[in-house]
Structures are given as C-alpha cells and as structure tokens.
C-alpha cells in the first residue's frame, strides 16, 4: 500500500522534496512567507463555533510548507472535552513541526500558553499497528491548560514536508469543505514563486479562480467553504461522488511522474548474484518452462510467504525496501512485495514492471493532475504471450488459473526509465468461477413433502482464502455457524445433516459441501403446482435514478469483474411423468456490461439447469440506460418453473402407511439435526415440529413444542402447541396453552380463540364473561362481533348470534369478513336460509380469497338441501385450495349421501388434517351416514 503523509478529512495533505527533518517541536513565530489572519476578540464571540480554519501551502526550492491557523469557541461540555486535547502528526525523517500560536481567548484577552511555558509532549504511538501499519509519524500532543467553556482556542502551526522519493518534485492536495459546513473566516492558500513550473486543478464540480500575483509569487486562493455539494447517485461512477480536493503540483506530465519515481523500483529489484531470491526464481524455474505458471508461482510466493507490513520509517512512504531485504525480514507493503515479485520475473525473462493504482475511484484518473497522492496501491505488470497479467503481491490466492483477473482499478501508471502515460486496466472476462454452485434436490417423496438436498459451493479467486484458514483452524464453532447460516438461508424449513469444507492449495479452491433436509420447493398458486427453477433472472435489476437535471449527464457505474455458475437438478417424483418446464429453457442475454446465461431440460424424471453470469468492471452511458433499463426487464421476466401435472398426489390423499413411507428420510434427517444440536439450540427442534405438523403426527408436534416451550416459552409457541391438541380432541389442555399464550401477549384475537374452545366445552358463560371484559376498537369489531355470535350460537343462543351480526352489517354492510361470518352462522346453526344464498354470494364477490366464502356458502346450499349447488361450490373452493379440510369433509358427507364411495376418500382427507371436523360439525348437527 503507498501512503501519502498527512491528512485528515478537514486538513491538508502536502508532500515534498530535501529539507531537514527534526524529532523535536519547535516553538516560532509565525513564518515571513504566512499571510496571517487577525480578527477582531470583540467580534469572534459571535456566529459559528468554527471562527477560523486557514490553510496555506508555500511550495519553493523542492520543500513544501504546510501552515494551519484556527480559532474554535468552547461552546458546551461535549466541544471542552473535544478540543481539550491539541494534537499534530509528522514525519520526523522528513521535516518539522512548528508551533507559532497557542492560545486561550478569554473576555477579549488573549492568554498565550506558549509564553507561560506549555510544552507538547512528543510521543511515537503506532496507531495503525494492528492493521499492519508502521508509518514512523510521530504525535506531538498536550491538554490544554484551563481551557473553561466559553473560551476561544486558537492554534497555528506548520509542517516542512520533503520526501526522499520525489528529488526536487512537490505536491499538495487540499480538501475543500462544503456547505452546510460553517465557519466565520475559511480559506486555502497556495503559493509559489514566480517562474516555477506549477499546475494546479481543483475538482470534482470545483470553481477556481486564477491566481494572482503578489511580491514575486503567484497566490492562488479560494475561500471555504465551498458551494453546497450536489448529492450523487450512489451508482454513479466514483469520479462524481469524490470528495472535492485542490491538487497542485511540479510535475508536468504522467510520464514526468513515472521517470521520477522510476530510478528507486529498479534499483531495489536488482539482485546480488547467487543470493537467496535468485535462487528462489531459479528454483520456480525448475518447476515448469511455461511463463504464465511461472509467474503464478512467484506470485504465490511472494503472496504466501511474505507478510504484510507498512514500513513507512526512515522515507518508506514512497521508497521502497529492496527485494532481497524484503525476502530476509519475511514482511513488507506493497511496494516491498512487488519490488521482490519483479526481481523473480525479471530474473526469469518474464516482461514485467511495477506499476502505480488506486484502489478508490481509479475511473477519475485521466482527469486528475499528476501527482504520486493520486495512488494508494502498487502491483505488477507482467507481459506474456501480448497478454497483460496484473499480479498483486498483497492479495491471496493467486494460481495459474485465475491470474488473468483484472483488479478494479481502471487505470495504472507503469514506472519506466523514459516515463510512461498512464495505461487502462482493460476487464476481460474472468476465466475462473467466483462461485460455482452444484445443488441436487430430491423431491421425490411429493411436492409438498420436504425435499433432501445435496449442494456443493467452490469459492475461486481471493475469496477461497479464508477457507484455507477455516480448514486449518478446524474450529467447531465456526462450522457450526456456517451450517447454520446455509441451511436456513438457502431453502425455508433448511436443516442441514452433514457438511463438509476443505480448501485445494494447488487450485486455490475452497469448497463447502452439504446435505439437509428442508420444505418442499413446490408451491401452490392460481390452480398449478410450480417450483421456480430460475436463479439469476431474478436478481437482472437495473433502475438507475436520473430524473434530477444535475443527473441526467451521469453514466452508471457497473461492478466487476465477476462470474458465478449455478446448476441445479431436480429429482421429480412418479418418475417425472407429466412435468413440464415452463418459460425460457433457454436464455442468452445481456444488460449493463453483465450476460447471463441458461439451459434447461427435463429428462429421465430429473430437471437439470445451468446458468452462468458474467459480470463486468465499466459504465453505461447515459444515451445507453434506457436500452439496459429495457433488457434488465426483459430478463427480469424470462423466468422459469416446473410445473406438475394436474394429477399429482397430495399429502392429505396418501394413506397413513404411505405417507410414513415417503417421509421416512425426512424424519430420519431431521431427527439426525436434533440430536447433534447444541442444548440451547432449539431451531433444529422447531423445524421438525413444523414438519411433524404438516405431515399430522399432531401427538409428534406436541412433543417437540413442549420441550421447546419448557425453556423458551413463547406466545406464538403456546398456540401451534394448542392448536395440535385440538387436532388430537385435548380441548382441555389446548385452553392451558392458550391462556399461557395470552398471559405473554395479551392479543384479542388469542382471547377469541380461547372463547371458542370454552363455548365447546361447554362453558359458554366464561367465553361471554372473557370477551364482555376485552378493551376492543373500532377496527376490532368485525373479529369481537364474529366471535361473540360464535360462542352465542354454541351456547344455544342462536337468534342472539344472528342478530349481532347483522346489527353489525349494519353499519359495515360491504364487509366481505363479516358477510362470511354471517353466511358460516347460518349454514352452521340452519337459520335465516331464506336470504342467506344472496348473503354469501355477496361476500363471495367482495373477497380477495373467496375459497372460504365458497365453502360457507356450501354449507348454506347443503342446508337448503340444495347438494349439487353445494358441491359445485366445494369443487371451485378445493381448486382454489386444494386440501381445505372444511371442504373435503362436507363434500365427503354429500356424496357419500349421493351413495358415491369417493365420499369416504374425501372424509379421511379432512380427518386425516384436522381430525377435530367430526366433533365440531356434530355440534350442529351435521355427520357422515354411518
């Protein structure tokens, strides 16, 4: 990593050339070249804390001075304990630190500390050293001496900066604050002499005025804080939404900046004949003749067995360490590894320099002054067979089969003896995988049975590293969370049984493999059984904001480079038979520099797809956003399923010993994830009682639920509990757990599930007495009134039940919940049968789901003795909602009372999901002929 000097986010940045260099604080007056700034102590108790910020950089004779003045009022306790503590950087090998004022105003009286002797302490504290960072800066710091709330600080200081890299070269980038920053007097100064050849450039969206000329120097001033900041898009390219600096510099081209740079890379690479890094490039040699692996391996060399360590001591900042001094310490930055990384090519006859990047906004570069603060990074260029390879000695991971990846850096400058411009970094498609995903999903046992799946994930590139860490460290608890995570967030219900990570050093590949259990991938929706098979379509996004005038002109910038391939079969069940894709099998499209690729096809009872997409490092232009915008879309929409045939078997239609038959792995999978599971880990026990739920081992589910409830209790536990011991006729122990649910979230709705079950009990005056006492609202009248007419009905008080419901149409008469609960009421107790039809059909017509509504009007129809207007309304709620009990059981009744043996297909359908049909229904009178 190159690190410039200096720099916070309101201070200057400023580099230089020979000067002398000092470990000690000076104490001076202000300097003869400073322009200083005297504001009247009456007038600075007034406006913004920050009274003055003044910045002023005089570059001359190759040296760099940097002089900061400011004033902040101490306006609160917060701001006292702040500014108490007055501290400066810099670098010792490569000028001084200066103070020339520091002083209390206090009542329009100036107090100067420095007069009464207080002294910076000077403190060489590595700040950055966990991040691998030893810069040599030193801290000169102090607490102020009785600095009270109402004061004024106000401190001026300099800084001589000469860097030994640069010979007689200079720099200074200044950032420019802008509004709504405030401050009573702001403003940046830069000057040099006359006849020096200095450019300057401010920007981005910068307004500069020219400089002047005063006493033999040019001055050039701009007053901050600058105008108000336009917001940028967060997907415009960095060149718009960087900060707003002032760079100004010596160096006259790219190619000026590179020659000059240049000299101390190529001395640093040479290498003493016979010494250990020739031997190390002679024994790569021995390895293999063909070029690209042999700069594979130096990379891998120099990656694996070099630590990182910014040395910035003693002009490390922009010097760098010789490479074979690099070899003996075993640690270096990045201007030290690729220093060694080019002594091994170089030694091997492979074409290779170093050249300089950023990691942050390398798209503005061409638009930027030359100036070495412009790059935070160095790697190298290595030239094989007309092809670039840029090879990073800080990154990981690097093989033979991946290093053709361009890094995002947009541009580099190569350092050449004769200078060099700078040169794009142009993205080619990457030739590895970033993930390559394999996934195998039996779902043989139903498309609405839990499906066993296996997947495999192999991470290429930089990001198999951390496996290698993860397989040496075999740490159990890491594992654990990877399971976890993956389980749960690829499938819904995912528990993963076994799992699996190891990490190819000769390929650089880390893999995941594991198998789990988890809900069936099939859904139910407008009458089909489909499973969506498309991966990528559905992540083809591309909606850039561009309606603000100062946007329109901007392009979009687009990630990259990166490339992902998915695959992903299917085993169907019954062999497959009758399964059909549905949408684009396959695809081949692109949109904003990403393609995206698909193949599909179902054969011998399995579905097998193929996707790949290839993302690319670039922008699109604003003339090109709406044709992007438009195949974004499309893809969007070239979706893809699996559709079941209209003949497939449900759950609720197998037999108990087929449907233990084909759920049997399931079982044993999620048993095998309950007993591994830590004590406190009660997710693995959810997911199976949610599975022993669907598949109506109701007694299971208990079970399950109570051993999480014993120690986690939660509202929503109690009433799944409560609601498998209605199933299994436990009413008694179903109200324990529903009032339990309601002492920890005291909801109405839970309070009228618990009326109801007291009304079957018997105990109808204790359902009345617990809703009379409920605080209900305006919008929970529908639910009380519903729920009150139930418990009436129940307890026999049936004209009592109607007449609240239809006290309560009253006054919302296009309720379709309340037209329902009426339409229910009737068909249930036979009452009012004579308008009820027209009841029902309106609510039908009112609802969003009418599968509900059909079936109350159903049981009206059936009450009327009207069986073939019952049934077509129970066949168009069950194909609405296949399996909805109410439906089955009556449809049962009916067609076993039309003499058709289907009617005990149907019945046991309904009983086998909600066994407590028989009970309730013969509340009211309605049972299957025996």
């Not at 720099?171 to 509004?179: R, S």
């Not at 010494?275 to 891998?300: C, F, K, W, Y």
Request: aromatic fraction near 8%; glycine fraction near 8%.
């Amino acid at each position: 990593m190159l690190r410039f000097a200096g720099a916070s986010a309101i201070a200057m940045f400023a580099i230089s050339a020979p000067a002398f260099a000092g470990e000690a604080v000076l104490y001076e007056p202000v300097p003869d070249w400073v322009e200083p700034v005297e504001l009247d102590a009456a007038t600075i108790a007034d406006g913004p804390s920050e009274q003055l910020f003044d910045w002023q950089h005089r570059l001359e004779g190759g040296v760099v001075r940097t002089y900061n003045d400011r004033i902040v009022r101490i306006d609160n306790p917060e701001a006292l304990t702040t500014e108490g503590t007055v501290k400066f950087d810099w670098s010792p090998d490569k000028g001084d630190l200066h103070i020339h004022r520091f002083e209390i105003i206090r009542d329009g009286a100036v107090i100067d500390l420095v007069k009464q002797g207080v002294k910076f302490d000077v403190i060489r504290r590595e700040e950055n050293l966990e991040r691998r960072l030893l810069d040599g800066r030193l801290t000169a710091t102090v607490a102020v001496p009785g600095l009270k709330e109402g004061d004024m600080l106000r401190v001026a200081h300099s800084t001589t900066l000469s860097d030994q890299a640069l010979g007689e070269e200079m720099q200074v980038v200044q950032y420019l604050p802008p509004a709504p920053w405030r401050v009573g007097v702001g403003r940046a100064i830069v000057s040099w002499p006359v006849g020096e050849t200095i450019s300057w450039k401010a920007g981005p969206f910068v307004d500069m005025p020219q400089p002047q000329v005063r006493d033999g120097y040019q001055y050039l001033e701009i007053g901050v804080p600058i105008a108000k900041r336009e917001d940028m898009p967060a997907d415009a390219p960095t060149r718009f939404r960087a900060a707003p600096l002032l760079r100004v510099g010596s160096f006259e081209s790219w190619q000026d900046l590179s020659a000059v740079m240049e000299p101390h890379f190529t001395s640093a690479a040479n290498l003493t004949p016979g010494g250990e890094v020739e031997a190390l490039a002679n024994e790569i040699m021995a390895q293999s003749n063909d070029p690209r692996t042999r700069a594979a391996l130096a990379t891998q060399l120099v990656q694996d067995e070099v630590s990182y360590l910014l040395d910035g001591l003693d002009g490390g900042n922009y010097l760098p360490q010789a490479a074979e001094d690099t070899w003996a310490k075993r640690y270096g930055d990045c201007k030290a590894k690729s220093v060694l990384l080019l002594s091994l090519l170089q030694h091997m006859g492979i074409d290779a320099n170093v050249v300089l990047v950023s990691t942050r906004g390398g798209d503005a570069m061409p638009e930027l002054l030359p100036l070495p603060a412009n790059f935070d990074h160095m790697i190298v260029r290595a030239t094989i067979g007309g092809t670039a390879y840029w090879l990073d000695g800080t990154s990981t991971a690097t093989r033979v089969g991946n290093m053709g990846e361009v890094p995002p850096f947009y541009y580099a400058l190569p350092l050449l003896a004769g200078g060099s411009d700078l040169v794009p970094m142009t993205d080619r498609p990457l030739d590895h995988y970033d993930i390559a995903m394999t996934m195998t999903l039996d779902q043989t046992a139903g498309v609405d049975l839990p499906m066993l799946f296996e997947m495999r994930f192999d991470f290429g590139g930089p990001a198999s590293a951390q496996f290698e860490r993860i397989v040496d460290e075999n740490d159990p608890e890491t594992i654990k969370q990877i399971r976890s995570s993956f389980g749960q967030d690829q499938f819904t219900g995912g528990q993963v049984t076994d799992i699996s990570i190891t990490y190819d050093d000769e390929k650089a590949l880390g893999t995941i493999t594991l198998k789990g259990v988890a809900d069936a991938d099939f859904a139910f929706e407008d009458g089909k059984v489909t499973s969506d098979i498309g991966m990528a379509t559905g992540d083809a996004t591309f909606a850039p904001n561009r309606a603000r005038p100062a946007w329109r002109d901007i392009p979009v910038a687009t990630r990259g480079p990166g490339r992902n391939r998915y695959e992903v079969e299917i085993i169907l069940p019954d062999g497959g038979e009758g399964y059909q894709l549905v949408g684009s099998p396959e695809l081949d499209a692109s949109y904003a520099n990403t393609r995206i690729t698909r193949s599909a096809s179902v054969e011998g009872g399995r579905v097998k797809v193929v996707e790949e997409v290839t993302a690319g490092l670039g922008e699109v232009a604003v003339v090109d956003i709406p044709a992007a915008r438009r195949n974004a879309l499309q893809l969007s929409k070239a979706k893809l399923s699996v559709a079941a045939p209209g003949t497939v078997r449900w759950r609720w239609e197998l037999d108990d010993t087929e449907l233990r038959q084909r759920t049997a792995k399931a079982r044993a999978a999620y048993s095998e994830v309950v007993e591994e599971a830590e004590p406190d880990d009660f997710v693995p026990l959810m997911s199976r009682a949610a599975f022993l739920y669907s598949i109506y081992d109701y007694a299971g589910a208990v079970e399950d639920y109570s051993r999480i409830i014993e120690k986690e209790p939660t509202a929503d536990l109690h009433l799944i509990r409560a609601d498998s011991l209605v199933s299994l006729g436990r009413l008694d122990q179903a109200v324990e757990d529903i009032q339990a649910a309601y002492d920890l979230d005291p909801a109405n709705s839970t309070a009228y599930y618990q009326a109801q079950l007291l009304a079957r009990l018997g105990r109808s005056g204790e359902a009345i007495e617990l809703l009379d006492a409920l605080p209900v609202g305006d919008d929970d009248l529908d639910d009380f009134a519903d729920s009150r007419a139930t418990v009436l009905g129940i307890a026999g008080q049936v004209e009592s039940g109607l007449l609240l419901l239809e006290e309560r149409l009253v006054e919302k008469d296009d309720s379709s919940t309340l037209l329902n609960a009426d339409c229910w009421y009737r068909g249930l107790h036979k009452v009012a049968l004579d308008s009820a039809v027209d009841q029902c059909t309106r609510a039908v017509e009112r609802a969003q789901n009418p599968a509900g509504v059909l079936d109350s009007r159903a049981l009206v129809h059936y009450r009327m003795g009207n069986k073939d207007a019952a049934l077509a309304d129970l066949d168009a709620a069950l194909k609405l909602q296949p399996g909805l009990s109410n439906s089955l059981y009556l449809k049962g009744i009916i067609l076993l009372e039309q003499g058709k043996r289907e009617g005990r297909q149907a019945l046991d359908a309904a009983l086998r999901q909600t066994p407590e049909l028989k009970d309730y229904y013969a509340l009211f009178g309605i049972s299957p002929a025996s």
